[in-house]
Structures are given as structure tokens and as C-alpha cells.
């Protein structure tokens, strides 16, 4: 057999895996994971700072550290609603924890590119009084040039999103520390990464880990076994994947086999299929192939406030306005890309001739996120092309990173019974269609569920089927939605404030007359 370290995942959501720090341990230790770095923004998005805390000091078997939210919301209150919100004075509470060793992704680039003081960089200036020298993380897609020179000479040196061979030499070559995940894993980003004199300046991460994936095809070990696959040589591989996102966390205690390092570590007969044979953390064999999870983390009771974080009443047809003036028009509508999470801003025509728009008529579907945090706030629908097309709705409060109730349908009957399901559930997915309602609770926050692994892995696959059978297609439908609501996600998002133009940071009225030669939009 052979001995390696024990894999050290240094950023990543625990909340994308829909699950509580405890039940994450339990899923990811078979794989081979014993240490990872989690930037916990989606429950401070819904809960802020207090909650997040009683989130972190949840149990685990695994080492779980923490990276600070930098990016809560995700914007600004201007542009969405969030239950929580990270500034300065946050972060100086944030920082007495010794399990927080980082700054979560900064996010907001443009913060970052403006000469006004603002939120970001007044969390980044007091990180570094309180935690000098430790990394700031980031999260820069389509940053190049000197753009990217500013982004990295702001102190924000590490990248984690989908990466090109073209933006994998540009960043590596100014001095970025890369993050691959599993979407960056493909022939022409391997190549690149084959050159032996970059090893130390990437690792392997998993980001965002879907239940049914981590329960069917693994985590951070899926990644490095992809690479491999793809003709990364096997002592590079592993090299990505322990010491390097240890050295860059600075975590000198682990990540390698050696005198005085923590005994983590994993027995593989199988070194090309890293096929795991035990597990052990702490010099203690905590999971054996053989026999399973030796032991498991059991979740202690979780307060009732955490359990009922709706506060929106149920909605009615007549919340929805989608009156137009009569006549021929174009409106703005969102187009969403199949093989990215990408979006870009289209055009419909139209003819009006009751006062509303009939939707259905040009395929388009109706997309809304509704307020949840209490505050009642108007509707404010938009409509999607590439959305469902067989008759359904899909609402989820599983929407980043906000996490209002993010709902899309082939009818707005339909669309306003989705709500209201996910509304009396207190959180969750709802789908709905002519042959009824199915429903996934995630009862922690609208975005947790406190289910075993397996049976929420066996729910979301029946979300994902479901999407797949009433036509939404994407590499990977359920994160693909979600993020229809991530302000800061190239091109156009929605929130409860409506259709947002992401680079120019405001809303869109979909009613706008898209005039001919119009290039702005």
C-alpha cells in the first residue's frame, strides 16, 4: 500500500453541500479529506455574524477552519436584501477565533478598482492590522490585464474560479496562488499546470460540492483523481492536493509525512486510481474500506430560531406585475449559458394586446426572487429564456448568496404555489407541476438540511431529475440556478430589486424599449 497525507481542501462552502459542519465530517473524511478551510458566507448571508458563529462551533472529526465572509451581501443592500451583513467591527470579532485563518473571496471587484473608501476595503485594511500576514482570497473570473495587476497589488492574491489555459499562465505568471476545481479540471489547464516548475504555486479545491455528488462521486479526491485522469503525473497530483494548500494557509503542521506534523493520513492500494483503503486522523483510523465510518459526529440540538428563518408571508397572483403597454415591443430579458453559470442580457419582441404579458407564448419563464427576510418587500419579476420548457415551477431559498426565494415557471399560478410551498415549509425546494408538489426541507436557515448524507443525496438527485425532465439543461442544473441570483457574476443577475447589470451595478426595468443601435446594452 501506499502512505500519503491526508487531503487539505482550503476553499470551499460547507453550505453548498446543504449539510451542517457535523454531517460534512461524516461525508468527507471516507474520501480522504482531514483538513479544509471553509468560507461560511451563505450562513452569514442568512443569519449574520452570531449565526455564523454557532454554525462554526458545530462539531466535526475533521480540522475545519475558517475563512472570514467577505462579502456579505454580496454587494450592497442597493442592489439586494440579505438577513446578515460583514463590515469592519465584524471582522475584529471574527478575528479573536483562533480556527479563523483567512479572509474569505473578495468578490467585489469593483470595490476594489473604486478611489472611494468603501466596505472592502475596510475589511481588508482591519484583517490585516488583526491577522497580518495571513491570506486574503479571491474570486476575479474574467480579470485580465491590468485590471488583474490592481486586483492582485490590492492584497488580494488567489483565484478559484473556472479557469482557461490563457488565464491560468496570466495569473500564475503576475504571482496569483490558483485554486483548481473540479470545472478548471480539462485537457488544455493541465497541460499548462504539467510544467513542474509551477508546482507550490496551485492546489486543488472543491469550492461547491452538490450532496448527491458528494455522496456518489467524492470530494477533493474526485478532483485530483479528474487530473490525474487527464495526465497530471500522480506525485504532482497529490502534491496539490496536502502540502501545497497547507503551506498556503500556513498550516506548517500538516499536508506531509513527516516527524512532529499531525499523524493525518491515508493508506491507498491503488495509487494511479487513488483507490482509498483507510483513513486516519490524528493517528487514529477513523474510517476502513472494509467497514465504513468507524465513528460518526452526532449533530447536538439545534436552536428553534435557526429552524424558522422565513419571515415572508404567502404571496398572491395579483403580487406580480407584469403589465406592458399595448403594442408591439422588445423587452429585456435574462439569457442564461448551459456550460457555464455565465448570463448575458437579451431581448424579446413582443405583442401586447390585454395589458400583460403572455409569457408563455414566446417560451420565455417567469423569474422572481421574493424577499424573505421580513420586510416584505414588493415582487419584482423578469423573465428567462432557457429556462423549464415543460409546464412546472421551482422555487428555492437555496439561492446564493442571499438566499431569498428564488422561483422560476412556465405559469405564474404555478410560480406563486411554488412560493408558497417553500414559504410553509420554512425553507427548502418546491417543485410543482400538473402532477403535483415535491418538496426538499432545508430547515436550518432555508439553505441547511439536517438529514443524513444519503437521503439528502437521494432528495437533490430528485431535484436534479426533476430539472432535467422539464427541460432545464446545464452541466450542472442546480448550482446553475442557484446563481442566477449572484449579483457578481457576469452579466445579468436577479434579486429581489430586479434584473441587475452586474459591471454597471443597477437595476434594469425589463419594460425598457430596446431601441435599434442601442450598443450600451
Request: net charge negative; glycine share 6%; proline share 5%.
Amino acid at each position: 500500500m501506499y502512505l500519503i497525507p491526508g487531503l487539505v481542501d482550503i476553499h470551499m462552502h460547507i453550505e453548498s453541500s446543504m449539510t451542517t459542519p457535523s454531517e460534512f465530517s461524516n461525508a468527507a473524511l471516507p474520501h480522504g479529506t482531514t483538513t479544509i478551510v471553509a468560507d461560511c458566507h451563505e450562513v452569514a448571508n442568512v443569519f449574520g455574524v452570531e449565526g455564523l458563529e454557532s454554525y462554526m462551533d458545530l462539531p466535526s472529526q475533521i480540522d475545519i477552519f475558517y475563512s472570514i465572509p467577505s462579502s456579505v451581501p454580496s454587494t450592497s443592500f442597493a442592489l439586494e436584501t440579505s438577513g446578515g451583513s460583514i463590515d469592519a467591527a465584524e471582522v475584529v470579532r471574527l478575528c479573536q477565533r483562533k480556527d479563523v485563518i483567512a479572509l474569505g473571496e473578495i468578490m467585489n471587484a469593483n470595490d476594489l478598482f473604486s478611489s472611494q473608501e468603501n466596505r472592502t476595503k475596510r475589511i481588508i485594511d482591519t484583517f490585516r492590522e488583526h491577522k497580518p500576514g495571513c491570506p486574503i482570497e479571491g474570486h476575479c473570473p474574467k480579470i485580465k490585464g491590468e485590471l488583474l495587476s490592481r486586483f492582485i497589488a490590492a492584497g488580494v492574491d488567489s483565484d478559484h474560479t473556472e479557469q482557461t489555459a490563457a488565464s491560468l499562465r496570466e495569473k500564475l505568471s503576475a504571482g496569483m496562488f490558483i485554486q483548481i476545481q473540479r470545472k478548471s479540471i480539462k485537457q488544455e489547464t493541465i497541460e499548462v499546470l504539467k510544467d513542474i516548475h509551477l508546482a507550490g504555486s496551485y492546489c486543488f479545491c472543491t469550492d461547491d460540492v452538490i450532496p448527491d455528488v458528494l455522496f456518489t462521486e467524492g470530494h477533493l479526491d474526485f478532483v485530483l483523481k479528474r487530473a490525474i485522469h487527464l495526465g497530471l503525473p500522480v506525485n504532482e497530483a497529490i502534491y496539490a492536493a496536502t502540502y501545497a494548500p497547507a503551506r498556503r494557509m500556513r498550516l506548517f503542521d500538516r499536508g506531509q509525512i513527516a516527524p512532529s506534523k499531525i499523524a493525518d493520513f491515508i493508506l491507498l492500494d491503488d495509487l494511479v486510481n487513488f483507490h482509498i483503503k483507510a483513513v486516519y486522523k490524528a493517528g487514529v483510523c477513523l474510517y476502513d474500506s472494509g467497514v465504513g465510518l468507524l465513528q460518526r459526529v452526532e449533530l447536538p440540538i439545534i436552536a428553534n430560531d435557526c429552524l424558522h428563518s422565513i419571515k415572508r408571508l404567502p404571496i398572491a397572483e395579483c403580487d406580480f406585475d407584469l403589465s406592458c403597454p399595448r403594442g408591439e415591443r422588445d423587452i429585456l430579458v435574462m439569457e442564461r449559458e448551459e456550460t457555464t453559470t455565465f448570463t448575458r442580457l437579451g431581448r424579446q419582441k413582443i405583442s401586447v394586446e390585454n395589458g400583460l404579458v403572455d409569457f408563455p407564448s414566446y417560451g420565455l419563464n417567469l423569474l422572481a426572487v421574493v424577499e424573505r427576510y421580513g420586510y416584505e418587500s414588493p415582487i419584482r419579476p423578469a423573465f428567462i429564456k432557457n429556462g423549464l420548457t415543460c409546464p412546472g415551477a421551482i422555487c428555492s431559498s437555496w439561492a446564493h448568496d442571499s438566499h431569498n426565494l428564488l422561483v422560476m415557471g412556465t405559469s405564474l399560478a404555478l410560480v406563486v404555489k411554488a412560493v408558497n410551498a417553500v414559504i410553509g415549509m420554512q425553507g427548502g425546494i418546491a417543485m410543482v407541476d400538473d402532477e403535483g408538489i415535491s418538496l426538499v426541507p432545508l430547515s436550518y436557515g432555508g439553505i441547511v438540511s439536517l438529514k443524513p448524507m444519503a437521503e439528502l443525496s437521494a432528495e437533490i438527485q430528485q431535484v436534479r431529475q426533476w430539472l432535467r425532465s422539464h427541460g432545464y439543461r446545464a452541466e450542472e442544473e442546480i448550482m446553475n440556478f442557484a446563481v442566477l441570483t449572484l449579483p457578481v457574476s457576469p452579466i445579468i443577475k436577479i434579486s429581489d430589486k430586479g434584473l441587475i447589470d452586474v459591471p454597471r451595478k443597477c437595476i434594469l426595468d425589463w419594460r425598457t424599449y430596446w431601441m435599434q443601435g442601442d450598443t450600451q446594452l
